[in-house]
């Protein structure tokens, strides 16, 4: 097996390895507007398929590789090497990914509040929707925005001209914090 796998690196299959997932990844990054090659394509399916089982978490890895193979009459390696290729695409089983977690979540949530509509049970709607507004706060890409707000300054002298300065203003500000009150 190890003797196997130093003649693909010489003969540069392992490169080809890669290749197809930096397309499959320029692909999925332009929403479709490159288009892959016929067998790029067939792994692409292999691996959202895989990235699917992956997300369900209710099966083993050993368990979706079979599925893998059973399914797309794949060998062993191929099977192992889509798995291991879904999980670098989605990032399906990365623990440190918290946005893609959370996106889970989400997904999960939505499902919840689309049932517990069809079946017209309001409060676990309200309660899951309050869930759904946590998630969406604590998700990377969704910022929060900002209220605007108003600054108010309080000028300790008599205004006497419509405009002045900054540096006149900050003056005015500094001499009155640090107790100087100038009357003019």
């Given at each position: 097996?190890?003797?196997n796998?130093?003649?693909?690196?010489?003969?540069?299959?392992?490169?080809?390895?890669?290749r197809h997932?930096?397309?499959?990844?320029?692909?999925l990054?332009?929403?479709?507007?490159?288009?892959?090659?016929?067998?790029?394509?067939?792994?692409y399916?292999?691996?959202?398929?895989?990235?699917?089982?992956?997300?369900?978490?209710?099966?083993?890895?050993?368990?979706?590789?079979?599925?893998?193979?059973?399914?797309?009459?794949?060998?062993?390696e191929?099977a192992?090497?889509?798995?291991?290729?879904?999980?670098?695409?989605?990032?399906?089983t990365?623990?440190?990914?918290?946005?893609?977690?959370?996106?889970v979540?989400?997904?999960a949530t939505?499902?919840?509040?689309?049932?517990?509509?069809?079946?017209?049970?309001?409060?676990?709607?309200?309660?899951?929707?309050?869930?759904l507004?946590?998630?969406?706060?604590?998700?990377?890409?969704?910022?929060?925005?900002?209220?605007?707000q108003?600054?108010?300054?309080?000028?300790?002298?008599?205004?006497?001209?419509?405009?002045?300065a900054?540096?006149?203003?900050?003056q005015?500000?500094?001499?009155h914090i640090?107790?100087?009150?100038?009357?003019?």
């Open positions: 097996m190890h003797t796998a130093l003649q693909k690196l010489k003969s540069g299959a392992a490169v080809d390895n890669w997932v930096d397309n499959i990844i320029a692909f990054a332009s929403d479709g507007a490159i288009t892959l090659t016929h067998g790029e394509r067939e792994i399916e292999r691996i959202v398929f895989a990235d699917e089982m992956l997300r369900q978490c209710a099966h083993s890895r050993g368990d979706i590789r079979n599925m893998i193979m059973q399914r797309f009459a794949v060998s062993r191929t192992s090497r889509d798995l291991v290729d879904a999980e670098f695409i989605f990032s399906s990365a623990p440190m990914n918290k946005r893609y977690k959370i996106g979540r989400i997904e939505e499902q919840h509040i689309k049932a517990a509509k069809d079946a017209l049970d309001w409060g676990a709607v309200a309660k899951l929707e309050a869930v507004a946590k998630y969406l706060e604590i998700y990377p890409d969704v910022k929060k925005a900002k209220r605007p108003l600054l108010m300054f309080v000028v300790p002298q008599d205004v006497k001209e419509q405009t002045i900054i540096e006149d203003a900050m005015i500000a500094d001499d640090n107790g100087k009150n100038q009357s003019s």
